[in-house]
């Protein structure tokens, strides 16, 4: 299946005080601990972002279409630049994200599902999916009602959700704050 992988670095993030996607964890730039997990599996990687942070990778980098929109502004602007039919989208702030996981998703996705994601029985993962070109439609209506829940987007187009085990949400946590990341760095060490 052929895949475009995009990395929504959404903005400048209020709890962590600098571009998320740049914060470092084990001195390497969360962005970077993501691309390297995606690699193995394909080097059609592009950033969603208009900071100028993240020139220094050599990545083609496309700014929000619509501004402020979140994670739906993101995704839209993602697959409206596609070429592809199917999709990685992930946010920026997954550092354990592994490869592994991203096979898992990109196997198990099949072609009938709008969306497909990781799912335990008290959490689902909404910005580690496979997102197809063909819900831009829904994506468009969404941002016009101004519908940015990305679990409302779930519910409107015919998604697939994979089973995890709760301990397997470790490696899909986003990381919001400074606190957040001091954990991680805990429990790793």
């Not at 039919?85 to 072609?111: A, G, V």
């Not at 029985?121 to 009602?145: D, M, R, V």
């Not at 015919?158 to 085990?165: A, L």
């Amino acid at each position: 299946m052929k895949t475009t992988v995009f990395i929504l670095c959404g903005g400048k993030s209020s709890r962590m005080q600098s571009e998320k996607g740049l914060v470092l964890f084990q001195k390497k730039p969360f962005v970077e601990h993501i691309i390297q997990a995606i690699l193995p599996i394909t080097d059609q990687i592009k950033l969603i972002t208009d900071s100028q942070e993240y020139d220094y990778l050599e990545y083609e980098k496309i700014p929000d279409l619509v501004l402020d929109k979140g994670p739906i502004g993101g995704i839209y602007t993602a697959l409206t630049h596609s070429e592809t039919e199917f999709n990685l989208i992930l946010s920026c702030d997954i550092p354990l994200i592994s490869t592994e996981l991203l096979k898992e998703l990109i196997s198990k996705h099949t072609e009938e599902a709008g969306i497909t994601v990781f799912a335990s029985e008290s959490k689902t993962h909404p910005l580690i999916g496979i997102y197809s070109k063909k819900i831009l439609p829904i994506l468009k209506t969404a941002i016009e009602n101004d519908e940015l829940k990305m679990m409302d987007l779930l519910a409107k187009v015919p998604h697939q959700i994979i089973k995890i085990e709760e301990s397997e949400n470790f490696p899909l946590t986003n990381i919001n704050s400074a606190d957040e990341l001091n954990d991680l760095n805990i429990n790793l060490s």
